[in-house]
């Protein structure tokens, strides 16, 4: 399969690179600039995966149109998979309009739910009276600033 898809010609070009696929441990991503393309090579994945008696799940593959339409025509082989707006490869969150908005939200939750109150009051503890105190034991006290 890697073979395959090392020596797949088409793909999109980035940087003046062509690239067709991403692989990270178990998940594939692959990325075509034509719907033709894209379902050519998954024909031809579909065929080497059954060669060496794998299977794609069809269940778990995903397939996102990245255009202004989104449509696709029916009676088609890539109609067997599951079309999705919005996909998380890599927790990240990708949209097939290409808005960055979501990803930037979910991550914003992420941080907000990750710091809580008390590590937020250590960290003013830590920081900002550190800061406050700093030089403190040379202060001389009055009653006037004592009630302040």
Excluded at 22 to 51: C, F, N, P, Q, Y
Excluded at 90 to 108: A, K, M, Y
Aim: proline residues 0%; hydrophobic residues 40%; aromatic residues 6%.
């Amino acid at each position: 399969m890697r073979k395959m898809l090392e020596e797949w010609g088409d793909g999109v070009t980035v940087g003046g690179v062509k690239i067709s696929n991403s692989r990270h441990a178990d998940d594939t991503a692959l990325v075509m600039s034509l719907k033709e393309e894209m379902e050519e090579l998954l024909r031809r994945l579909v065929i080497v995966t059954e060669e060496t008696e794998l299977k794609i799940n069809q269940l778990k593959t995903k397939i996102m149109i990245v255009n202004k339409a989104g449509t696709l025509t029916e009676n088609n082989f890539l109609s067997l998979y599951d079309f999705v707006k919005t996909i998380v490869y890599l927790s990240s969150i990708i949209l097939n309009g290409g808005g960055l908005e979501t990803e930037i939200r979910g991550r914003d939750g992420m941080i907000k739910s990750a710091v809580i109150k008390k590590t937020k009051l250590q960290i003013v503890e830590t920081l900002v009276f550190l800061i406050f105190l700093y030089g403190a034991e040379t202060w001389t006290l009055k009653e006037s600033t004592d009630d302040a």
